[in-house]
T-cell receptor, first 113, second 112 residues
Framework: EPEVTQTPSHQVTQMGQEVILRCVPI?????FYWYRQILGQKVEFLVS????????KSEIFDDQFSVERPDGSNFTLKIRSTKLEDSAMYFC???????????FGPGTRLTVL | GENVEQHPSTLSVQEGDSAVIKCTYS??????FPWYKQELGKGPQLIID?????GEKKDQRIAVTLNKTAKHFSLHITETQPEDSAVYFC???????????FGAGTRLTVKP
């Protein structure tokens, strides 16, 4: 069964460093999303992406964040200068169409020291 | 923006009993209401969803009801089994999947 994959599973970084979280969506999907979940809290929408453009972004997704689809398979989330409060689980998701089921990856746990 | 409230935060039931989780939302323009199950170490997995043109949807032991007037929707799990134990999240969005807002989650424990 096709699935969304994410790497790395755990990333530890120093405050102020840049990190890139990687996702491989399901191959025939066209819509891509990033969410984050701070430990013990709700899942929060960050951004949606379609046709090489951001479709929607939340108030969390500020200038420190960017997304990219550098090739036909990867979808990345970059945090330019990490802060302690960026520590969270980051989930990538994809869907075949805008109204379709979103399939979530297993997440990347980001720890900012 | 949309705000989704979910109750209870924890729920413990005996195997075979029913479990009900309730959510309210604030944005009357929201039209898509999915429910996700999250097991330890995994991402959320869609278990059922409902759109604003229907009031109830059922899939085997799982059902969801929607009251658009009151802006609340509920998840019902009947004949619970230990493998139903997980964290369940409700969510709401307008314009289908974009900018989906999640509830805080309910940790369901089904005791054998």
């Amino acid at each position: 069964e096709p699935e969304v994959t994410q790497t790395p599973s755990h990333q530890v970084t120093q405050m102020g460093q840049e990190v890139i979280l990687r996702c491989v969506p399901i191959s025939n999907h066209l819509y891509f999303y990033w969410y984050r979940q701070i430990l013990g809290q709700k899942v929060e929408f960050l951004v949606s992406f379609y046709n090489n453009e951001i479709s929607e972004k939340s108030e969390i997704f500020d200038d420190q964040f960017s997304v990219e689809r550098p090739d036909g398979s990867n979808f990345t989330l970059k945090i330019r200068s990490t802060k302690l409060e960026d520590s969270a689980m980051y989930f990538c998701a994809s869907s075949a169409d805008v109204a379709g089921e979103q399939f979530f990856g297993p997440g990347t746990r980001l720890t900012v020291l | 923006g949309e705000n989704v409230e979910q109750h209870p935060s924890t729920l413990s039931v005996q195997e075979g009993d029913s479990a009900v989780i309730k959510c309210t939302y604030s944005d009357s323009a929201s039209n898509y209401f999915p429910w996700y199950k999250q097991e330890l170490g995994k991402g959320p997995q869609l278990i059922i969803d409902i759109r604003s043109n229907v009031g109830e949807k059922k899939d085997q032991r799982i059902a969801v009801t929607l009251n658009k007037t009151a802006k609340h929707f509920s998840l019902h799990i009947t004949e619970t089994q230990p493998e139903d134990s997980a964290v369940y999240f409700c969510a709401a969005s307008r314009r289908n999947n974009n900018d989906m807002r999640f509830g805080a989650g309910t940790r369901l424990t089904v005791k054998p």
